[in-house]
Structure formats: C-alpha cells, structure tokens
C-alpha cells in the first residue's frame, strides 16, 4: 500500500465524451503526477502539480487538463475522448522542495478507463 | 530529452536462478527509480537509487551515475517476482524506460 488512492477503477465511455479521474495523494505529499499507460508500454508522463499549480507537462494536448485542490489531491479531466485515449491512467504523489521533485514517487493502483 | 532503454525486453528464466536488469540513460539525471508493476497494474516501488548501491532482502540495486546506468539484481528468483520491471528517471520530468518482462518459470 502507498497510501495514493485512485477513483474509479474502472471506466467505460464512449468517443467524444469527457471524464474525468481522481487522486490522493500520500499524507505529506504536495505533489501529484499523472501518467497514461497505454498496453505492453511505460507510463508517460502527462503533467504535474504542485501547489494547484501546473509545473511540468509532456507531450499531452490541452484536451488534457488537470486539477490539484488545497488538500493535495488531483483529477485529471480528458475532453473529446478519442478511441486512443483507452489506457490506463496512473498517479504518482511526491514531496517538493524549492519547486523541485527531489523525493521518490509513490503510486497509486490505478484507472483503467476504456474509449468505445 | 532523455532517452531511457531498458535491456533485455524480455526475460525467462526458471525458478531460483538470478538475473540482471539494466537501465541505460543518455544524459545526467536527478533521481533514479526502479518499479515492477504487477499484473493488476500496481507500480511497487523497489528502490530510490539516483547513484550508490541499495539492498533489500533478494533484490539489490547499483547505479552508476557517471556512466548513465544502473542495475537491478534479482537472486534465487521465485514465480512471484514475474511481471514488468520499470526504471524511471528525472529530467526536468520523469521519463520510464519500456521495461523489462520478466517471466519466472515453476
């Protein structure tokens, strides 16, 4: 147990609609990542936040969007669902000093969310 | 940015026989995780290791920050050590290999 929670764990939709997935974050963590990870590949990393504020992004387009709240947890919302989008979705919490991850990262079990 | 290549891509070995992991990267980085992911698709952390070597119980861990690698040794390898091993690292993100798969015969 990392003690990063995930809802839901698991999601079904259709093309075009949007969703939108949920995180805690590990008690002391002020950082919150997220990831997608589509089948037989590694995670790859979509963007993070640290203190409700984005502070790194990958190569992920602004339909994807994200969240953090005052205590610390996240979601991430996808708009316009494309049948590529089916993955699943994985969070990571971490501490942050000076604006800069220097701790490990923690992850949570997971959303695996299927487009139809 | 980073390139992170994880060798071998795939790994059967039979019960009680050790193996090593190896995760290269192409440029200086802050940090250094190793993960193995189970079939349900849980990411386990296994070590935080951006250089120095690391022990834990059959598992232990060296990275050579200098040399852009590091490597993760498994010894007398049992069926519950199969699944997916993960090295990740940090640029101004945090980038994951691909993994090595590894299958660990009764």
């Known amino acids: 147990e990392t003690g990063v929670t995930q809802s839901p764990t698991h999601l079904i939709k259709t093309r075009g609609q949007q969703v939108t997935l949920r995180c805690s974050s590990q008690?002391?963590?002020?950082?919150v990542s997220w990831y997608q990870q589509a089948l037989g590949q590694g995670p790859q990393f979509i963007f993070q936040y640290y203190r409700e504020e984005e502070n790194g992004r990958g190569n992920f387009p602004p339909r994807f969007s994200g969240l953090q709240f005052p205590n610390y947890s996240s979601e991430l919302n996808v708009n316009a669902l494309e049948l590529d989008d089916s993955a699943l979705y994985l969070c990571?919490?971490?501490?942050?000093?000076?604006?800069?991850?220097?701790?490990?990262?923690?992850f949570g079990p997971g959303t695996r969310l299927t487009v139809l | 940015g980073i390139q992170v290549e994880q060798s071998p891509p795939d790994l059967i070995l039979q019960e009680g026989a050790n193996s090593t992991l190896r995760c290269n990267f192409s440029d200086s980085v802050n940090n250094l995780q190793w993960f193995h992911q189970n079939p349900w698709g849980q990411l386990i952390n296994l070590f935080y290791?951006?250089?120095g070597t690391k022990q834990n119980g059959r598992l232990s861990a060296t990275t050579v920050a200098t040399e852009r690698y590091s490597l993760l040794y498994i010894s007398s390898s049992q069926t519950t050590d199969s699944g997916v091993y993960f090295c990740?690292?940090?640029?101004?993100?945090?980038?994951f290999g691909k993994g090595t798969r590894l299958h660990i015969l009764p």
């Open positions: 290791i951006p250089s």
């Open positions: 990571a919490s971490s501490g942050q000093r000076g604006g800069a991850t220097i701790n490990e990262q923690f």
């Open positions: 008690s002391g963590h002020n950082t």
């Open positions: 990740a690292v940090r640029d101004d993100k945090i980038i």
